[in-house]
Every structure is written in C-alpha cells, then in structure tokens.
C-alpha cells in the first residue's frame, strides 16, 4: 500500500454498505486491497487449507442425494483488509450479519434453506445443514456476498488485546431463527422487515434484537498468524477503541468450499485476479490494475491454483 501510494490516491468507501447500522458505529478501517503476495500466500497456504476443510466438515455437506459442496476444496474467496495504526480512535462497527438482506426471505434458493421456519418446523432448523445455499441467486440488485461461505474469518498480522477493538460475536447459531421470524412479530410494521434493506448490511439492533444482544463476547487477544472463524449466520460487530495500542492489521479469509454457486464466482475471481481488479462482489475501484508488485500467476501452488478453477477439483459438487 505504501509503495504504491495507496493512501494518497484513496478516495474512501466507495459504497453505503454499513449505513444502516447504529449513529455510534463508524466506517471500520477496510481498504480495497486484494492481490498483495501477504494475502495470496496465506490464502493458498496449507495450514490454511487445512483449517478451511476442518471447519467445512463441522458442515453437513452431503444429505438428501446430494453433495452439497467439497469440504477439501476452498476457492480463495478474496476480501480485503483491516489497517489501523496505533494511537487510532475508531467507532468500531455495530452488531450486523453479512448472509443476505432481502434475498433471505425472498429468492427461492434461501426460502428452501430455511424452509423448516417458514413451515413452523422450528425443531427440524438446523445451521450446519446447507442444502439449497450452495446454487441459489442473489436478490436482483444485491451487493451481497456471491458465494457461499460456510465461515466468515480473518487471519492476524499483529498482536491485539481483546479490549483493543477487536471483533465481538454472539455465539448462537440457531439465533439465525429468530432473526428471520422477527419481522413476522405483531409490533414490526408490515412495511418494515426490522431496518433490513437492500444493499445495506444485516442489522442486529436494540430496537429489535435485544434479547440476543445481551449475548455479545469478544474473542480472546490474538497473535501475528492467529486466525478467527465465525458461522456465516453469526451476529458479529468490531468494538470501539481510543488511543489503541499497538497496530490492529488483518486480512479477511473466510472458508468457500467448492460448490456449484463458488465455482462459478471463481470464474470472475481469475478474471479479477488477472487484471488486478477489485472482484465482483466488492466496488470496482480497481486501486491494484497497475501495481507492479502485485501477486503475480507465477507464482500460485497447487492450492491456489485449484482454489481459482486452473486446475482440477477432486470432487464435484452436484
């Protein structure tokens, strides 16, 4: 970034993703970087693969017929990166989901999902299980996540103590339950669907979700190399920090395994990745087309290779 001049040619978020969260939650420290050689070699690196098929297997990934998606695959889903410099005041990101907004309720692929909720099965729900999320469509519109992500995660590059601003998360799975039934609520307007929007994040708010907030815990502190892992349906929010101490640097990876819905987001990621572009699923601000220092396709191994569809994938989803 500094070679490059990046922070002299930033223009700042070039979307409102988070605008919908609380008035005390800032815009949290993520610059659109994607194709540095830190990010590439740790996402193609094999503890992270190992760790990445450790947590798909927590997942049912074969039921009804199907296989839903290969654990022993990820696809290098690229994201950005979080910059904080010591002494920074940061108003963190208030409590949210990442999943979807209006497609949860309203694209076939998530009504089949969460299709023991909407038939009152509440019993049967259960959030390991993804049939039906690893092919459906986004919701026309959508700046969403094109890719199925069985945990969102990032990878550490300093040393940060837990009150350092760090991430929160309320570790309930099931409560992805409740979330989708509060609308349903008799004191939720008919025209309100509890402040979700399109094109905005997934709130979790007082006004709606207090019972569930009282449940938010921060991750222990980390060390350079750690790496945090939270279900794709987690509440989660970064806290607020004053005068931090010690840098607060990582690189979002999240676990993508191979599936019919990742394979093809992988095609456009080897596109992006290429013409050093922002990829798909973030705004084209392409800051990275001209850096010459950028991770070049030499040199991808086996795992990065697999993970952007240029070589084969050992087993196929159907």
């Not at 300093?158 to 350092?164: C, I, K, V």
């Not at 060390?223 to 101490?245: E, N």
Request: glycine share 8%; with cysteine.
């Amino acid at each position: 970034m500094e070679s490059n001049h990046f922070f002299e040619n930033y223009a700042g978020p070039a979307d409102d993703f988070f605008g919908t969260l609380s008035a005390e939650a800032s815009k949290p420290e993520i610059y659109p970087v994607y194709w540095s050689s830190a990010q590439m070699e740790a996402r193609q690196h094999p503890r992270m693969a190992k760790v990445q098929s450790f947590l798909n297997s927590q997942w049912i990934h074969e039921s009804d017929g199907h296989t839903w998606f290969d654990p022993e695959t990820d696809t290098l889903y690229p994201d950005r990166i979080r910059r904080r410099p010591p002494g920074a005041d940061s108003g963190g990101l208030g409590t949210h989901l990442d999943p979807g907004t209006l497609d949860l309720w309203m694209t076939e692929g998530y009504q089949l999902a969460f299709r023991h909720l909407f038939n009152g099965d509440f019993a049967s729900y259960d959030p390991w299980d993804p049939a039906y999320r690893t092919a459906g469509t986004q919701y026309p519109g959508s700046t969403m996540c094109s890719a199925f992500r069985t945990f969102q995660g990032w990878t550490a590059l300093s040393e940060m103590r837990n009150d350092q601003g760090v991430l929160h998360t309320v570790p309930i799975t099931k409560a992805m339950a409740y979330l989708m039934l509060r609308p349903l609520l008799s004191d939720v307007a008919e025209d309100d669907m509890c402040s979700v929007q399109p094109n905005r994040t997934f709130p979790a708010s007082e006004q709606w979700h207090e019972i569930l907030l009282r449940a938010v815990s921060p991750i222990p502190s980390v060390q350079p190399g750690d790496s945090v892992w939270w279900h794709c349906d987690m509440i989660h929010s970064v806290a607020p920090v004053k005068d931090q101490q010690g840098w607060g640097n990582v690189i979002y990876i999240p676990a993508a395994p191979w599936c019919e819905k990742n394979e093809a987001y992988a095609g456009l990621v080897r596109e992006a990745f290429l013409a050093g572009k922002s990829p798909f699923d973030f705004p084209q601000e392409d800051y990275e087309a001209n850096w010459p220092n950028r991770f070049p396709p030499s040199a991808l191994n086996d795992i990065g290779r697999r993970g952007l569809g240029l070589s084969a994938v050992g087993a196929s989803a159907t």
